[in-house]
């Protein structure tokens, strides 16, 4: 499975911008499309996912900013970050949780800076 993500970049606090991941590959249809995100000197954590049953999960600290949904059709994930904050700075990584063969994949990540 491969994973190309797009969107991010620099955005200023309270700003909107909205993260892209295309998978292609080995897709059977059973999955977990996600996103996790890693700060600077920081574990890599999970952001939010979707399965493909659609249903969804999130961090704490973006329930009510962050939505995250998916087109199956496309095989593709999108997050919607609202209200930005700085300490939502950091590289995000699209995931890719295939069932039938109990794996992650990962897309390369992207940056996203929240800054004045």
């Known amino acids: 499975v491969q994973l190309q993500a797009s969107g991010g970049g620099l955005v200023q606090p309270g700003g909107s911008p909205r993260l892209s991941c295309a998978a292609s590959g080995r897709i059977f249809g059973i999955d977990t499309m996600g996103w996790y995100r890693q700060a600077p000197g920081k574990q890599r954590d999970l952001v939010a996912r979707?399965?493909?049953?659609?249903?969804?999960d999130y961090a704490d600290s973006v329930k009510g900013r962050f939505t995250i949904s998916r087109d199956n059709a496309k095989n593709t994930v999108y997050l919607q970050m609202n209200s930005l904050k700085p300490e939502d700075t950091a590289v995000y990584y699209c995931?890719?949780?295939?069932?039938?063969?109990?794996?992650?994949?990962w897309g390369q990540g992207t940056l996203v800076t929240v800054s004045s």
């Open positions: 979707v399965t493909s049953a659609g249903s969804t």
């Open positions: 995931s890719y949780y295939s069932t039938p063969y109990s794996r992650y994949y």
